[in-house]
């Protein structure tokens, strides 16, 4: 059985990805929400939604700025995580945790081996 952290991956815009079978949790990083600093408002996507690998698909708005989230793997939302939109400190406090934002059902999961895994993001975050 692989570990927690082999099935999670990383994107250079910041969103992680958690694989579960063919469902990806989508979240933003703690380095993003870091960045964002503290958050007042997460707009999800809507359910049952097709996306694009790169579409916009959700909007965080932080005390700072909004910025877009991207659909890290193309797929089709199967949930939304609404304890978010209610709390969006839930995102400052466990970004990587309970403060995830949706679930894709993907249309290839061959494509989540293309994204960065912990080292990797590491060494991304180290050039920025």
């Known amino acids: 059985m692989a570990s927690k952290t082999a099935d999670k ?53 932080s005390v700072k700025a909004a910025s877009d989230v991207f659909a890290p793997l193309a797929g089709k939302i199967v949930e939304i995580n609404e304890t978010v939109t209610e709390d969006p400190s839930i995102v400052n406090s466990d970004a990587e945790g309970e403060g995830w934002f949706f679930r ?12 960065m895994d912990q080292d990797a993001y590491d060494e991304y975050l180290e050039t920025l």
Request: charged share 30%; with cysteine; glycine share 6%.
């Open 9 to 61: 991956r990383y994107t250079k815009d910041h969103e992680w990805v958690l694989m579960d079978g063919d469902i990806a949790t989508v979240g933003i990083t703690d380095h993003a929400q870091e960045q964002l600093g503290d958050l007042v408002h997460v707009e999800l996507p809507e359910l049952e939604r097709a996306v694009a690998e790169g579409e916009t698909c959700a909007v965080v708005e």
């Open 104 to 115: 894709l059902e993907l249309d290839d999961t061959d494509a989540f081996e293309a994204l």
